[in-house]
């Protein structure tokens, strides 16, 4: 089946229009005009904003605006779905080598040397005050 953009800019070419006439007649950015042309919907700032170009431009080329609108918010259904299912076997089959514990033995060594050198810190910065 053919996307969406490659729908609406086969639409276009076949009525002998340019971006640059619809962007004069919708005043829809060309390059946002090509975006949408190449289903790259990420571009555009919100899906509000889409559907309201969409829209536009489906009536400018005599489309049925509401068959267009379908048609965007099934894509946006089916990346939706497919995203979730690329995260669900990311997390399944994770590739990041998986962080080995500290030994417990290790931080109480280590806590208690700060300790100790902490405590030396401030006699020796007492003695050198009442000097």
Not at 13 to 39: C, G, M, P, Y
Not at 57 to 69: F, M, Q, S, T, V
Not at 85 to 93: A, W
Request: proline letters at 4%; glycine letters at 4%; charged letters at 25%.
């Amino acid at each position: 089946m053919e996307s969406l953009g490659k729908y609406l800019k086969a639409e276009r070419e076949s009525r002998n229009l340019s971006l640059k006439e619809v962007f004069e007649s919708t005043r829809i950015k060309e390059r946002l005009l090509q975006a949408i042309e190449e289903d790259r919907y990420e571009l555009l700032s919100s899906p509000i904003y889409v559907k309201g170009f969409l829209d536009a431009y489906a009536r400018y080329l005599g489309l049925d605006p509401n068959e267009i609108l379908l048609w965007y918010q099934t894509y946006q259904e089916n990346r939706i779905f497919s995203k979730g299912q690329e995260l669900k076997q990311r997390n399944t089959y994770s590739t990041l080598p998986q962080r080995t514990p500290i030994p417990k033995k290790k931080v109480t060594l280590c806590l208690f040397l700060i300790s100790i050198s902490v405590m030396i810190l401030f006699l020796v910065a007492f003695i050198w005050w009442k000097r």
